[in-house]
């Protein structure tokens, strides 16, 4: 086959009278002339001339929206609107037809619901692709912020027998016969004749076991997917979704919290400094989608101004205390405005109160620590107070937590004495607690959900836009 040259290199090219071939989707084709053509690699279209006079009519009619072509020309200098360089065709090969009777992705709005029910066909779209681009990009930063500062990469199970949250929301793992399963002589399942020989489940987290890596390894971090069977049809929740969790021996809260925000800042920056394009074209999608909104539900910033905005601020640090004090304080508490009011010391925060803080009172990214232990995981060090943990939740600007972490609990008496609190069988996380026993160290970690961070990232609205098929309560499809 010959070799092609992308769309986005042919489009910055400085070479002009040049012989190329290029292949992609037709994006529109008009006036029986000028084919928008689309290979993924950028946004924008390359145009190809038809000499529509000397080409085959059979030929022009199967040039459709959809259809996938390798264009063999020249690629000249451009007099007309939009574009430097365009491509005159002197063969064009059709190598996908697409009958433009049914195909659904028309040059055309079509809603987000509608692209959604079509998820195995929305890439094509300059939507889709950018947010898949920019995904890409921050996926890739990631690596490179803990590769470049020597941690470990660890590949943590999918398939576990814990439940790190200690929520019970998970999604079971069986090869039993669903029509035939075993029963023990009380009645109740007989998990050890499955396949793992005992109840298991998917992961909600690789935090325990990326403890465990840290303790020997010193800096680890994992990427990959996690589950959670939480029946949310909320813009916030998947049932499947990737997080990041590094974990640091011989780290403090402070480390931690610095660590996590070099981290946002930097695959941030990464990303705006490679997706210039689609981070514009992002900005202006959302510009347009504001301003169907009520003027008291737009945001104040675009785009690209959120974004700038937590590469240009320090984080604001404060306890949870002193953000329930301002909370109080706040005039849509006083004003009942919260859906949620903030009652007082222990209240769980919500997202109204989280995006107050950021968006509102400090109008910067916030970092809240020393939340209360009852509102927070097992594992998490106790603080001197008795009533407080070394927590550390990141808020940002219009999406509200995007990091979870702490400092790890190393002391066994205290560990073991929380989870007896807690309720959690100590028997089943033996290991767990093997780290305890022998060398223990102070450590910390955090979660970053990254699809929460690819939401911040486009703009987008609803979290099942930024992964390529999400599934949640009731979906299941391609």
Same mark, same amino acid.
């Given at each position: 086959?010959?070799?092609?040259?992308?769309?986005?290199?042919?489009?910055?090219?400085?070479?002009?009278?040049? %012989?190329?071939?290029?292949?992609?989707?037709?994006?529109?084709?008009?006036?029986?002339?000028?084919?928008?053509?689309? &290979?993924?690699?950028?946004?924008?279209?390359?145009?190809?001339?038809? %000499?529509?006079?000397?080409?085959?009519?059979?030929?022009?009619?199967?040039?459709?929206?959809?259809?996938?072509?390798?264009?063999?020309?020249?690629?000249?200098?451009?007099?007309?609107?939009?574009?430097?360089?365009?491509?005159?065709?002197?063969?064009?090969?059709?190598?996908?037809?697409?009958? +433009?009777?049914?195909?659904?992705?028309?040059?055309?709005?079509?809603?987000?619901?509608?692209?959604? !029910?079509?998820?195995?066909?929305?890439?094509?779209?300059?939507?889709?692709?950018?947010?898949?681009?920019? =995904?890409?990009?921050?996926?890739?930063?990631?690596?490179?912020?803990?590769?470049?500062?020597?941690?470990?990469?660890?590949?943590? +199970?999918?398939?576990?027998?814990?439940?790190?949250?200690?929520?019970?929301?998970?999604?079971?793992?069986?090869?039993?016969?669903?029509?035939?399963?075993?029963?023990?002589?009380? #009645?109740?399942? &007989?998990?050890?004749?499955?396949?793992?020989? =005992?109840?298991?489940?998917?992961?909600?987290?690789?935090?325990?076991?990326? !403890?465990?890596?840290?303790?020997?390894?010193?800096?680890?971090?994992?990427?990959? *997917?996690?589950?959670?069977?939480?029946?949310?049809?909320?813009?916030?929740?998947?049932?499947?979704?990737?997080?990041?969790?590094?974990?640091?021996?011989?780290?403090?809260?402070?480390?931690?919290?610095?660590?996590?925000?070099?981290?946002?800042?930097?695959?941030?920056?990464?990303?705006?400094?490679?997706?210039?394009?689609?981070?514009?074209?992002?900005?202006?999608?959302?510009?347009?989608?504001?301003?169907? @909104?009520?003027?008291?539900? /737009?945001?104040?910033?675009?785009?690209?101004?959120?974004?700038?905005?937590?590469?240009?601020?320090?984080?604001? /640090?404060?306890?949870?205390?002193?953000?329930?004090?301002?909370? =109080?304080?706040?005039?849509?508490?006083?004003?009942?405005?919260?859906?949620? +009011?903030?009652?007082?010391? #222990?209240?769980?925060?919500?997202?109204?109160? !989280?995006?107050?803080?950021?968006?509102?009172?400090?109008?910067? *990214?916030?970092?809240?620590?020393?939340?209360?232990?009852?509102? @927070?995981?097992?594992?998490?060090?106790?603080?001197? %107070?008795?009533?407080?943990?070394?927590?550390?939740?990141?808020?940002?600007?219009?999406?509200?937590?995007?990091? #979870?972490?702490?400092?790890?609990?190393? /002391?066994?008496?205290?560990?073991?004495?929380?989870? %007896?609190?807690?309720?959690?069988?100590?028997?089943?996380?033996?290991?767990?607690?093997?780290?305890?026993?022998?060398?223990?160290?102070?450590?910390? #970690?955090?979660?970053?959900?990254?699809?929460?961070?690819?939401?911040?990232?486009?703009?987008?609205?609803?979290?099942?836009?930024?992964?390529?098929?999400?599934?949640? *309560?009731?979906?299941?499809?391609?």
């Amino acid at each position: 086959m010959s070799q092609r040259t992308k769309i986005k290199a042919l489009l910055q090219s400085q070479q002009t009278e040049i %012989d190329v071939t290029v292949k992609g989707w037709v994006r529109a084709f008009r006036s029986n002339r000028f084919i928008a053509l689309n &290979d993924g690699s950028t946004n924008n279209n390359i145009q190809v001339v038809v %000499d529509f006079e000397n080409t085959d009519p059979a030929l022009l009619k199967r040039i459709t929206v959809g259809a996938a072509l390798s264009v063999q020309g020249k690629l000249i200098a451009s007099l007309g609107k939009g574009q430097t360089v365009e491509v005159v065709a002197t063969d064009i090969e059709i190598l996908g037809d697409s009958d +433009p009777e049914k195909y659904p992705i028309q040059p055309k709005k079509h809603s987000l619901e509608f692209l959604r !029910e079509n998820a195995h066909l929305r890439f094509r779209t300059s939507t889709f692709s950018a947010i898949f681009r920019v =995904r890409n990009s921050l996926a890739f930063a990631v690596h490179q912020f803990f590769q470049e500062r020597g941690f470990v990469y660890l590949h943590t +199970p999918i398939i576990t027998a814990s439940d790190a949250e200690g929520a019970g929301e998970t999604f079971h793992v069986t090869n039993f016969d669903l029509d035939n399963i075993p029963k023990t002589d009380t #009645g109740e399942i &007989d998990f050890k004749q499955d396949f793992f020989g =005992r109840a298991a489940n998917l992961t909600v987290s690789g935090q325990l076991e990326g !403890e465990l890596g840290a303790m020997a390894l010193s800096d680890i971090y994992t990427f990959g *997917p996690t589950f959670r069977a939480e029946n949310s049809n909320t813009t916030r929740h998947l049932a499947e979704f990737w997080m990041i969790e590094p974990e640091v021996a011989f780290n403090d809260i402070v480390d931690n919290m610095d660590l996590a925000e070099d981290m946002l800042k930097y695959v941030i920056k990464y990303t705006l400094d490679k997706n210039a394009d689609d981070i514009e074209f992002l900005t202006q999608r959302l510009e347009e989608e504001e301003k169907t @909104k009520p003027q008291n539900e /737009r945001s104040e910033m675009t785009l690209l101004e959120k974004l700038q905005f937590c590469l240009n601020n320090d984080f604001e /640090r404060l306890t949870y205390t002193e953000a329930i004090q301002i909370l =109080r304080d706040s005039t849509p508490n006083k004003k009942k405005k919260f859906q949620y +009011p903030v009652e007082g010391w #222990g209240t769980d925060l919500q997202s109204e109160h !989280e995006r107050y803080l950021v968006e509102k009172h400090f109008k910067k *990214p916030v970092i809240l620590t020393d939340y209360p232990k009852e509102i @927070k995981s097992f594992y998490m060090r106790q603080n001197d %107070d008795g009533k407080t943990v070394a927590a550390m939740d990141i808020l940002f600007p219009g999406i509200g937590e995007i990091v #979870g972490g702490s400092q790890r609990e190393e /002391r066994l008496d205290k560990l073991e004495q929380r989870m %007896d609190e807690i309720g959690i069988p100590k028997d089943e996380l033996w290991w767990y607690l093997d780290t305890r026993r022998f060398g223990t160290c102070p450590h910390a #970690g955090f979660g970053l959900g990254f699809e929460r961070l690819v939401l911040f990232v486009t703009g987008m609205g609803n979290i099942r836009d930024v992964i390529p098929f999400p599934r949640f *309560p009731k979906n299941a499809e391609f």
